[in-house]
């Protein structure tokens, strides 16, 4: 049976083998300190942001699913990546809070202090598509720029040696494309108004500062 034949017809999730049955959305883990990205993103921005406003994402998904029994069975990366087996009275709630709560997922592990800039395939595919690291910068911020209003920047492998930046509004993102994005930045106002008030340039130059190299690396490197 496919994911959705089980929607379309209404398996009692109690029928379902246990491995099946997704426990409700939790909040991951921060993989460090809230002052770890200082000075860059301030302590009080990377508080707020996880515990207010992720787990708001993760409580309204869970609220959203909760009448969904046979929804709720399917991993959140299934909903999110296929939007039209959502039934249409929590499809929207499943894009913007199932959305949100992936995008913070994988927002929170592209962070971190850098040990040096990316290396390998991805390297040379920064290289390949946009003339060097700096150039590719100047375009993820220029994209992240020119996202009117609430949004995400994304970075996707067109194919193993090719990148390409894309941009999407709200909690949308590649996956509800079906393509898996290597990484995001959330260009959201609650991601830097604390600190950088309307700035949004300077917000996405210091986070350009506190990118993890190292799992952005590997992660491109799994995805090609
Ligand atoms: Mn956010």
Do not use: C
């Not at 883990?29 to 515990?51: C, G, V, W």
């Not at 029994?69 to 087996?85: I, S, T, Y």
């Amino acid at each position: 049976m496919t994911r959705r034949s089980w929607i379309l017809s209404g398996v009692s999730a109690a029928l379902l083998p246990r491995q099946m049955m997704a426990a409700a959305a939790t909040l991951p883990k921060l993989p460090y300190a809230f002052d770890a990205l200082e000075p860059h993103i301030d302590a009080r921005t990377m508080e707020i942001h996880y515990a207010k406003h992720h787990q708001a994402y993760v409580d309204n998904l869970n609220k959203a699913l909760a009448g969904y029994p046979q929804v709720a069975a399917h991993p959140v990366e299934h909903l999110v990546g296929d939007l039209n087996m959502v039934p249409e009275p929590i499809r929207m709630a499943v894009r913007n809070n199932g959305g949100g709560h992936m995008n913070h997922s994988l927002f929170w592990q592209i962070l971190g202090k850098p040990k040096g800039g990316p290396k390998g395939k991805l390297a040379a595919a920064i290289t390949k598509s946009f003339g060097s690291q700096a150039a590719f910068e100047e375009k993820l911020k220029a994209a992240g720029l020119g996202q009117f209003g609430s949004g995400w920047v994304w970075v996707t492998a067109k194919d193993a040696s090719t990148i390409q930046i894309e941009t999407s509004p709200n909690q949308d993102s590649p996956w509800m494309k079906g393509i898996t994005p290597v990484l995001g930045i959330d260009v959201w106002e609650h991601a830097y108004y604390l600190k950088y008030q309307n700035r949004r340039a300077d917000y996405l130059t210091a986070v350009l500062q506190v990118i993890n190299w190292d799992f952005v690396t590997a992660r491109h490197e799994k995805l090609v």
